[in-house]
């Protein structure tokens, strides 16, 4: 445990920190900055939805560490390569969850918002927007996630993060720098998911927590 | 023998040279086809049948755990909340944390086995939640109409609930092996074989056709289980095939 602490408290171990922080601050951002519009744009459209939905599904499937891997030869060593990648790794989930939830708002409610009087725009800010946000954030959650678990891997390409400890642990075989690096990148990432459950829960909208309450959810 | 001043050799050194101005400008670089074809059959082909028995193995055991813990807590609602936070804290834990947590356990070691072990943890939350959800989408009416009949709990299980949930549970089934395929990449790391080799060999030999091999074919192969998956999916659920048409 000592040694643990003691790799912790070396002058490295903030700036690692730091480094991991901000790639995956960074890439969620960038991955959401895409993602949304995107979603925005083809949530009229039957064919782009399930084009962007399908193309968010591949997108999934690409291993992540594939995704770092690809960027080497393309964009070279170090930490903005990692970025690109890891936004590339953020962008499938919150496209997929946010073309999902916004088609899914129910048909009716859509319709009696028009006949209501309520624009184009302001159906799909004030009624699709709020009912799909669960289902929307949820999407940015996974991808919060994945970003935090995959910039571990950013050390690979030379990107930095909480990864160069554990590879450093490794190559010395030294356990103690290992498990400092393995446990503080478990923490950060378990930190982050439960974090984000709570946001989500604070980003459902109260109309929608009563709905639930009433069906018996 | 070519001599130096031979025209063949100074155009291969200009190649080379051309293709690491490439690499150092960050412009695409050209597969090396003529590798993949020497190197498919000892190098290739081995580390894509290790993956594919990786990920098979750990789907299976992790399926095996699954099934039982699922029944069971869709039948003893207070132990799902616990099941769920549990397997979703293993979830959130990155690979290669958890790969070297599990490595410095006395007696385990690097290798395939904590890959293995890391790979059912992960695949859990998934399989359990579906099948679950698979059982708990089964109508109330449909169980009474079994009871109805005079079939035990356990027919009812067997023959009712189970069968209806399979579309659900192999969703789940899905999801967990196209998670399961990227994550095993990472396993190489640990000495556990399978197509990350080949990925970080490319890297630390700076080859990028060994990166991109390695890669694609991970992609290819997680894609492929997922359309594969799906179909079973569809097969077992002819009701909504039917339901699409009518």
Not at chain 1, 5 to 34: C, D, N, P, W, Y
Not at chain 1, 102 to 111: A, E, F, H, T, Y
Not at chain 1, 162 to 175: H, P, S
Not at chain 2, 19 to 26: D, S
Request: charged share 10%.
């Amino acid at each position: 445990m000592n040694g643990i602490l003691e790799v912790l408290r070396r002058g490295g171990f903030g700036q690692l920190l730091l480094t991991h922080i901000e790639l995956s601050v960074l890439a969620l951002l960038i991955g959401i900055a895409i993602a949304i519009p995107v979603a925005l744009a083809v949530n009229r459209s039957p064919f782009w939805s399930a084009v962007a939905i399908n193309i968010g599904n591949i997108g999934r499937s690409v291993p992540s560490l594939a995704i770092l891997a690809f960027a080497l030869p393309i964009f070279g060593l170090g930490f903005v390569p990692s970025l690109v990648a890891l936004a590339a790794l953020a962008i499938p989930p919150i496209l997929i969850n946010a073309s999902t939830g916004l088609r899914q708002v129910d048909p009716k409610i859509v319709d009696a918002a028009r006949g209501m009087g309520l624009s184009g725009r302001q159906i799909l800010t004030g009624v699709q927007i709020p009912i799909a946000a669960p289902i929307i954030f949820a999407g940015i959650r996974t991808a919060a996630v994945q970003v935090v678990a995959s910039a571990t891997l950013a050390t690979f390409i030379g990107g930095g993060g909480l990864g160069d400890l554990i590879v450093e642990g490794f190559q010395r075989n030294d356990i103690y720098i290992q498990l400092a690096g393995a446990l503080s990148v478990a923490v950060l990432a378990i930190i982050t998911e439960l974090g984000f459950g709570f946001l989500e829960r604070a980003f459902t909208p109260k109309g929608l927590k009563v709905a639930r309450k009433r069906r018996g959810k | 023998m070519p001599s130096a001043g031979d025209p063949s050799q100074e155009g291969v050194v200009e190649g080379g040279l051309a293709l690491l101005q490439g690499l150092e400008l960050g412009e695409q670089p050209t597969v090396d086809w003529d590798w993949i074809s020497r190197n498919f059959g000892d190098e290739i082909l081995p580390a894509l049948i290790g993956h594919v028995y990786l990920s098979f193995i750990s789907v299976a055991i992790a399926l095996a755990i699954a099934l039982p813990v699922g029944i069971f807590v869709s039948r003893y609602r207070k132990a799902y909340p616990p099941v769920t936070f549990v397997t979703g804290l293993l979830f959130a834990i990155p690979s290669l944390a958890f790969f070297a947590l599990l490595v410095t356990i006395p007696g385990v070691g690097v290798g395939p086995f904590p890959v293995i072990v890391a790979l059912v943890a992960y695949s859990l939350l998934v399989l359990i939640r579906n099948v679950v959800a698979g059982i708990d989408s089964v109508p109330a009416e449909t169980i009474d109409a079994a009871r109805g009949m005079g079939l035990t709990k356990r027919q009812i299980l067997f023959g009712v609930e189970i069968p209806l949930a399979l579309p659900v549970i192999v969703a789940g089934i899905r999801i967990a092996t196209v998670t399961i395929i990227g994550i095993a990449t990472i396993g190489a790391y640990i000495a556990a074989g399978g197509l990350g080799v080949l990925i970080f060999q490319g890297i630390s030999q700076d080859f990028p056709t060994k990166i991109i091999v390695g890669a694609a074919l991970a992609t290819l192969l997680a894609i492929l289980a997922d359309v594969t998956l799906l179909r079973f999916q569809r097969l077992f659920s002819p009701w909504t095939r039917r339901a699409g048409r009518a």
